[in-house]
């Protein structure tokens, strides 16, 4: 009554060589990328050439890559690009602050140890500054 008729004996040792199979697997590479991929990739190449040393403006640059079959708008492209930049400033801004917290935090640090050795007591790490009685 079942609508599946099993031809084939499903084992165990058949499970464990599919589960090895299917874990051993790379992850396919993509032909297609996003044009946010696309542009990140390309990113370098465009800001040079719409620098003032080289002078295309975004439209330009839409042309040229038009002809390879990449249909972005010119403005398209310089919101990605803005995009782009605005995504890795936040990225170096975070990185920035994580160092700047870590610095202020042992130059309190090394002020408490000047304090308390001036007082001939030792150092106490406290993040209020105060030293032991």
């Given at each position: 009554m079942s609508e599946h008729q099993n031809l084939e004996v499903i084992t165990k040792d058949k499970i464990d060589k599919?589960?090895?199979?299917?874990?051993?697997?790379?992850?396919?590479?993509?032909?297609?990328v996003s044009d946010r991929e696309a542009i990140r990739k390309m990113r370098r190449?465009?800001?040079?050439?719409?620098?003032?040393?080289?002078?295309?403006?975004?439209?330009?640059?839409?042309?040229?890559?038009?002809?390879?079959?990449?249909?972005?708008?010119?403005?398209?492209i310089k919101y990605l690009i803005g995009e782009l930049k605005k995504s890795s400033r936040r990225r170096h801004q975070a990185s920035d602050n994580d160092i700047s917290t870590s610095?202020?935090?042992?130059?309190?640090?090394?002020?408490?140890?000047k304090a308390s050795s001036k007082a001939g007591e030792t150092p106490v790490n406290?993040?209020?500054?105060?030293?032991k009685s």
């Open positions: 599919a589960i090895n199979l299917l874990k051993d697997q790379k992850p396919k590479e993509r032909e297609d190449y465009i800001e040079k050439l719409t620098s003032s040393k080289y002078g295309y403006t975004y439209d330009e640059v839409s042309e040229m890559l038009k002809s390879l079959g990449i249909n972005l708008a010119g403005n398209r610095g202020q935090e042992a130059t309190e640090t090394q002020q408490e140890e406290s993040k209020k500054g105060k030293s």
